[in-house]
Structure formats: structure tokens, C-alpha cells
């Protein structure tokens, strides 16, 4: 079933003054923990996952699959687990020698029970409580993993009926992997088969982060056809960042049986506001959507069409995934040259020049970028100015102090970027919305 996305004053305003209650950090600091809708790693380090799903429960043998993935650039798997009610129990030596399999390849383990999908619609499937007696039986293999295993209590734990418990059944289970004694970062799935169209997890979702007595809980919302537009995403997952509540896209595919998914915004977004995203799923799909498989009978070296998408694409793993600092870490790549030419004449001593380039382009949206560079002289400040030809617009920018004027658009440094020495550079970045047709703009660069 799919809804539009539609204005929710109040519980926005709810989940406005829950954040200002529980957006203080949290007391647990052996392993992950949330602050202020951000999630840290053991060692205080913001971290932002770019991972994939991995079906282990179903494919068992394929433990090569932890070094394919991150060989191809990703710093997080979520292994799909099952609690033995509807699949094979994935018993406590086999989780234990999942989670070594991760820490080998330097990956973050976010572990999900699968039998609880679909609960309420779907024969078979389990609640969460079954699910949490789970969790406390493999306790044993879990405790002292808290730096590298992030606990998924149920996948999609409800379907499209008989979710209005989502938030008490949420906070309940919660509780319970307290009491006994799991202290890792919590993730909870939304309900409607995880796509939340009757925004049951976007209005409750403070009431449930303040159920948890270590204020460590992260929600995760699958983005499949329901959210086939810029708009209903930005809209649902800025309303979790507005709350300060931790949000991360834990599906989501390029295509799906409900829909068309616009991943490009999905990626876009995320990067912008440093929202964590795992791509449904490394290889071994049925049932009619073989087509989400990221590479070909579980092959690194024959990445489908979706998989050179999310992995070596615009925004993709390669481009923006950072691995958690508890391994050691990565450096961050350097920023690809842009595809527009700089000028050839240089700029005038205590100058600067500017570059328009759109990074990435969807059905009517797309990702810019500016890059600005001092002239022969170094400078203390930088504005930039263009016009719109085709009635463009910004929607959201970062990195720049940033208004708009009809189809004016004027962009200035801000505290950390405007300081450059000569030839030196910069750059800011913004989402934008555009129709018909998207012309790339003059830009004109003042310095100060």
C-alpha cells in the first residue's frame, strides 16, 4: 500500500520537544551511542554507515561475502538473522563467527532478526517480544561486541494491518534488551512492511527513543515505492533531523514491485545531511525482485547495473563511505576535479574564479556544486552570484551562507572556507529542483 507524505504540525512539534529532552548523549560509552540525532562510534567519532544487506540467514556458506563487500568500499553490513521460527535459528557460534567475520574486514555489524517481517499480515511471522527472547539467548556472543554490533530488533515488524501497537510493542522490547543487560546502540525497523506510509514511526518515534533508558536507539525507515520522489523523502527523513532524532535508510533499492524508488535523491540527501543508508542487498534475491541483487551469484567481479549504482556511482560507497575509527580509519578521498574547465586567463592578483557543476541529476532534481579559487593573492572571503535560466531553484545548501532572489542566487563563505591562499580553493555543495529543462549558469566570484 502507498501515501503521500502530508503535514503533521503537531507531531512534529512533539517529537521538536522530545529531542530537547533526550538529545543529550548517551551515559553508555562502551560501544556505539547516539547524541543529538548523530550516531558516534566507541571512540566519540561520528559515524555514518554506507553498507549493503547481506542474507546470511538463507546463504549461510557465502562468508566470503563480508570481503567482497568491503573490498568494494563499504564500511557497514546488515546481516539478516533468524530467530529459528520461520527460517533455520542462526545459532549463538554461527553469530559469533558472523561478528568475527565483520571485525576481520573492518566492517560494523548491524545484526536483524527476519522472522518478525510483515507480523500482523503475514502467516507466520513473529512479535518483537518473540524476537527480544532471541536477542537474550545469543546475549553471551553479544556482550563485549558493543564497538562493533549494532542490535536491529525485528525486521519490518509489521505489515500494512494491525500496527497501531509499533510504538508500545517498540518501547516494551526495548526494555526488556536492557533489563538484560545489552547496552549496544537499539535500531528499530518502521512498520507498513518498514515504509512507514501511516508515519506511525515519524510521530512516535520520540516516545519510543525516551523508552529507552540509555537514549541509544537509532530508527530505520526502507524506502522502496512509497518514496518515489525528492520531496517525500527530504520531507520524511528532514522531519527525524529537525527532531534531532537518529534516522538511517536501512533498505532500499533502485526499483521494487510497489514502485519506483528515486535512489538519486535518496543518495543525494543522505550525503548532504550525513544520514546513514544500507543498499537491499548483496546477491540471492527471489521472488521477483532477483533484479535488487548488487552483484551476480554473490560475484564482486559482476556487480549488476544496481550494484555499479550503488557502489561506484554518484554518492555511492566508493565516494562517501568512511570506515569507523574503532578499526583505525580511512582518509577521506580527494574530491573529484570538476567537469567544467577552469579559465585559462588567471584572475587578477586578490581574486577569485568560480565553477558550476551539477554532480548529479534526477527527474526534477539535482545536486550542484561550486568551487571557488583565490587568485594569485590570497583572500579572506569569497561571494558568488548566478542567475537561473530556466527557473531553477535551491532547496537546501551546505558548506555557504545562501539566499535567493527570484532566480538570483548569491552565495558567501562561511567561518571555515573563506580564508584562501593563492590558487587555493574551496568548495560548497546544494540540492535543487528544476523542470523542463537545467542550464548551467555564469558564476561570478568576488573576493574580499
Known amino acids: 500500500m502507498k501515501t503521500r507524505l502530508s503535514v503533521a504540525g503537531a507531531a512534529v512539534l512533539a ?54 563487500v568491503k573490498a568494494l568500499g563499504a564500511n557497514t553490513v546488515r546481516v539478516v538473522l533468524s530467530s529459528g521460527d520461520r527460517w533455520t535459528r542462526n545459532t549463538n557460534a554461527d553469530v559469533a563467527n558472523v561478528i568475527s567475520l565483520c571485525r576481520a574486514n573492518r566492517l560494523i555489524c548491524v545484526l536483524e532478526v527476519h522472522d518478525t517481517t510483515g507480523y500482523g499480515e503475514q502467516s507466520g511471522a513473529i512479535t518483537l517480544a518473540r524476537a527480544v527472547d532471541y536477542w537474550l539467548s545469543i546475549a553471551d556472543v553479544l556482550t563485549g561486541q558493543e564497538p562493533y554490533v549494532i542490535v536491529n530488533i525485528g525486521n519490518e515488524p509489521y505489515g500494512n494491518q494491525n500496527y497501531a501497537s509499533w510504538a508500545t510493542d517498540n518501547a516494551a522490547a526495548i526494555k526488556r534488551l536492557r533489563a538484560g543487560g545489552l547496552t549496544h546502540t537499539i535500531m528499530v525497523d518502521a512498520p507498513n512492511w518498514g515504509q512507514d506510509w501511516s508515519f506511525t514511526m515519524r510521530d512516535n518515534a520520540a516516545s519510543v527513543f525516551a523508552a529507552d533508558p540509555a537514549r541509544n536507539t537509532v530508527f530505520s525507515v526502507h524506502m522502496y515505492g512509497v518514496f518515489d520522489t525528492a520531496a517525500e523523502i527530504s520531507d520524511y527523513l528532514g522531519r527525524f533531523r529537525a527532531a534531532g532524532l537518529p534516522i538511517v535508510v536501512g533498505e532500499f533499492g533502485f526499483n521494487h514491485s510497489d514502485g519506483d524508488p528515486d535512489e538519486d535523491a535518496i543518495l543525494a540527501y543522505s550525503q548532504a545531511n550525513g544520514i546513514g543508508w544500507l543498499g537491499w542487498s548483496w546477491s540471492g534475491n527471489g521472488g521477483g525482485v532477483e533484479y535488487l541483487d548488487l552483484a551476480t551469484n554473490f560475484n564482486p567481479a559482476n556487480l549488476t547495473t544496481w550494484g555499479q549504482r550503488l557502489f561506484n556511482g554518484v554518492n555511492g560507497i566508493r565516494q562517501t563511505a568512511r570506515e569507523a575509527s574503532v578499526f583505525g580509519g580511512t582518509p577521506p578521498p580527494t574530491t573529484p576535479p570538476p567537469t567544467t574547465p577552469p579559465p585559462t586567463t588567471p584572475p587578477p592578483a586578490g581574486g577569485c574564479t568560480a565553477t558550476y557543476t551539477v554532480t548529479n541529476q534526477w527527474q526534477g532534481g539535482f545536486q550542484g556544486e561550486v568551487r571557488v579559487t583565490a587568485g594569485a593573492s590570497a583572500i579572506t572571503g569569497w561571494t558568488t552570484r548566478w542567475t537561473f535560466a530556466n527557473g531553477q531553484s535551491v532547496t537546501q545548501s551546505w558548506n555557504t551562507a545562501l539566499t535567493s532572489s527570484g532566480a538570483t542566487v548569491t552565495a558567501r563563505n562561511v567561518g571555515h572556507n573563506g580564508r584562501l591562499a593563492a590558487g587555493a580553493s574551496a568548495s560548497f555543495g546544494f540540492l535543487g529542483s528544476w523542470t523542463g529543462s537545467n542550464t548551467t549558469p555564469q558564476v561570478s566570484c568576488t573576493a574580499s
Open 15 to 68: 517529537m521538536l520537544v522530545a529531542a530537547l529532552t533526550f538529545g543529550q548523549p548517551a551515559q553508555a560509552a562502551a560501544g556505539f551511542s547516539v547524541a543529538n540525532g548523530k550516531l558516534y562510534d566507541a571512540n566519540g567519532a561520528e559515524f555514518v554507515m554506507r553498507g549493503v544487506n547481506h542474507a546470511h540467514t538463507w546463504y549461510p556458506q557465502q562468508t566470503s561475502s563480508f570481503a567482497d
